[in-house]
């Protein structure tokens, strides 16, 4: 079994600032790696998938990078609308999904 | 414009059954791997089930396998997780998701709003 570790459990910043999220898999993978947003309330929305690639109508700002076993989701300039919970997630097994424990991104 | 909608979910007794559906729309069901994710309480996001498009093979998570069956019916764009021997972890929101049509089975990139399903005597 592969576990996700996020990194900070919460990230206190303001408007306009940079957010760097972590994500570490317990060994190294294949680039099967997806980002997800969550606001209280709603279902995830897909950010990330496959590590780098921004799924549609995902702004530019954010961005994902990284291989191996460390991850990182970055959002270049950070908007109101941006504060929520984000999820890594991994594929693996053919069909088996595991996902982070989240990273709480609050306004600060 | 892509739809999954889930239902089912409600109060069910301790070692009772549930069975939700997730009814899907927009795209070509056949097509794509579903996936049902729970989330429980003010908790994270968790993995339960997932269902190839000619719906051949099935993967389960080790804490439902056995207990939980995930099935489809392609000639109605339904899917379904029939939930059996639910104890009280098993309270969750269920969502039903699409596997990406960009990243394939990598990712979900439609997902319903979710069914809550509360286990408790």
């Known amino acids: 079994e592969i576990v996700l570790t996020q990194s900070p459990a919460t990230l206190s910043l303001s408007p306009g600032e940079r957010a760097t999220l972590s994500c570490r898999t317990s060994q190294s993978v294949s680039s099967y790696l997806a980002w997800y947003q969550q606001k209280p309330g709603q279902a995830p929305r897909l950010l990330i998938y496959d590590a780098f690639n921004r799924a549609t109508g995902i702004p530019a700002r954010f961005s994902g990078s990284g291989s191996g076993t460390d991850f990182t989701l970055t959002i270049r300039s950070l908007e109101p609308e941006d504060f929520a919970v984000y999820y890594c997630q991994l594929r693996y097994n053919w069909l088996s999904i595991t996902f982070g424990q989240g990273t709480r991104l609050e306004i600060k | 414009e892509v739809q999954v909608v889930e239902s089912g979910g409600g109060l069910v007794q301790p070692g009772g059954s549930l069975r939700l559906s997730c009814a899907a729309s927009?795209?070509?069901?056949?097509?794509?791997?579903m996936s049902w994710v729970r989330q429980a309480p003010g908790k994270g996001l968790e993995w339960v089930s997932s269902i190839t498009g000619s719906g051949g093979n099935t993967y389960y998570a080790d804490y439902v396998k056995g207990r939980f069956t995930v099935s489809r019916d392609n000639s109605k764009n339904t899917l379904w997780l029939q939930m059996n021997s639910l104890r009280a972890e098993d309270t969750a929101v269920y969502f039903c998701?699409?596997?990406?049509?960009?990243?394939?089975?990598?990712?979900?990139?439609?997902w319903g709003q979710g069914t809550l399903v509360t286990v408790s005597s």
């Open positions: 927009g795209f070509t069901f056949s097509s794509f791997s």
């Open positions: 998701g699409k596997a990406s049509a960009a990243a394939g089975l990598n990712a979900i990139d439609y």
